[in-house]
């Protein structure tokens, strides 16, 4: 097989020999479905051998099953070359310096058209490349630091990403962005909200829910308007910057130990839970919502705080669940867990030996709830009051995978289980608040005459 069919076998590749069309052709092909005309795409080396694959002039990719095809030609032929040129950035001196930090995710990606995956290829320098607008808003300078996946964010780069961005305060840069993916957008977002405290500028998270090769993709807008938070902005936090409704209008500035994402492809999928998100950013303004978050300051004070004890779980109980996986878990050095509990914070009794074991060997149990909004109440009923005489301690209303990355980053300081105690248990960055908003609890019920109504008179 030659590169001219890259990736083709078995039915496919006969039928493109028949027709002599190559890989990156000009196709027009004439099926019993109708015609279509795009250029033929190389074929994922683990997908079957009988489907063509073309993406249209819309950018939209479509898949031609071979039994089909009544006939096809090649009209033109250009190889075609998935990679943006990196351009150097114009300086201006009137204009802010933000640093984009690359670590990888679907806003730094590409196809790959060997296995027909999403992978983390876009240097930040080639995202100015595809994003030129960037120039408007400021001197950008960029680093990657990472290419990985979001799911492959751990602590190793928590700690390193921590450190870089007190590099960079110490050295006077207005804002900073943090190109990440995703999927675990908001564990990252809670661990840096630990590690670096008291921050003088704005320092934002962003990413896309669909790839910069897909017409449809979130990327591009979401780095300007994540960019011109950092470059603008008085909001000195941690954020998330994300799409707020799924049309290209605007973006939410979400804090950073109070953001989820809630939505597996939805462009709109990040939500602020328990509170309302910080600001509303277009390419124009950025509009606060709330009135009591950190301003930008002109120091360069910052507390960097790198510390994460990986022996950390996070354990989401069902019913029936069994004492062993809370035994395996002390077993295996673990040493501390949060448990997200039903209801107010409960969990079986058939757990209750393997809690007290756990807690008598020292490890830390934190407890916080399934269902995302509300507070820990374990003193309402037996079963709570029960859980806390074992060593259970209630979390109040921070988020399981918040609670979770705390403790992590609590250990990670001492081994005092007091001391432990009041880091978790002391208010930081909003991951526990005195109140949840009237408004902070909007879930709508589609097909209820009154909810309806009132989806005609907003954008979805």
Not at 93 to 113: C, F, M
Not at 164 to 172: A, N, R, T
């Amino acid at each position: 097989m030659t590169d001219l069919f890259k990736g083709y076998k078995g039915e496919a590749l006969a039928t493109l020999k028949k027709y002599n069309v190559r890989v990156w052709g000009q196709a027009q092909i004439k099926t019993t479905r109708g015609d279509f005309e795009g250029i033929l795409l190389p074929r994922s080396e683990n997908d079957d051998d009988r489907h063509l694959v073309l993406k249209l002039a819309t950018g939209y990719n479509i898949g031609i099953a071979t039994d089909t095809i009544l006939d096809m030609k090649e009209a033109g032929y250009k190889e075609a070359h998935y990679k943006i040129p990196e351009k150097e950035f114009p300086v201006s001196e009137n204009k802010p310096s933000v640093k984009l930090l690359g670590t990888g995710g679907t806003i730094a990606s590409r196809l790959d058209y060997r296995t027909g995956a999403v992978i983390p290829a876009f240097s930040p320098g080639e995202l100015y490349g595809a994003v030129p607008e960037l120039a408007d808003i400021c001197n950008l300078t960029t680093e990657k630091l990472f290419a990985v996946f979001s799911e492959n964010m751990g602590p190793e780069q928590y700690k390193k990403l921590a450190v870089s961005i007190g590099k960079e305060i110490e050295k006077g840069i207005d804002g900073i962005v943090i190109g990440h993916g995703t999927d675990t957008m908001h564990h990252t977002a809670a661990a840096l909200s630990f590690m670096v405290q008291d921050a003088p500028i704005p320092i934002v998270l962003v990413g896309s829910q669909r790839s910069s090769d897909r017409p449809s993709s979130d990327a591009a807008l979401n780095l300007i308007h994540a960019t011109k938070t950092a470059a603008e902005s008085d909001i000195a936090e941690v954020m998330v910057c994300m799409f707020g409704p799924t049309s290209d209008e605007y973006s939410l500035l979400h804090q950073g130990t109070r953001v989820r994402k809630m939505h597996s492809s939805y462009r709109s999928t990040f939500r602020t839970i328990g509170e309302i998100p910080i600001a509303m950013v277009d390419r124009d303004k950025i509009t606060p919502i709330k009135t009591n978050y950190h301003r930008r300051r002109k120091d360069r004070h910052v507390k960097i705080m790198p510390y994460f004890e990986e022996k950390v779980s996070i354990v989401y109980y069902y019913p029936n669940m069994q004492p062993d996986i809370i035994d395996s878990l002390v077993d295996n050095g673990y040493r501390g867990i949060v448990i997200a509990g039903t209801g107010l914070g409960h969990v079986n009794k058939p757990l209750y030996p393997a809690i007290e074991r756990a807690t008598k060997k020292g490890v830390a149990i934190y407890m916080t709830v399934q269902t995302l909004w509300g507070y820990v109440h374990m003193f309402v009923y037996d079963t709570g009051r029960d859980l806390m005489s074992k060593g259970i301690i209630p979390a109040e209303n921070m988020l399981p995978e918040v609670a979770y990355i705390k403790l992590g980053w609590a250990l990670g300081q001492t081994d005092d289980l007091d001391e432990v105690k009041r880091l978790m248990l002391t208010p930081t960055c909003g991951d526990i608040t005195r109140r949840e908003p009237y408004n902070g609890y909007l879930i709508f019920q589609g097909g209820i005459p009154e909810v309806e109504d009132f989806l005609k008179t907003i954008h979805k």
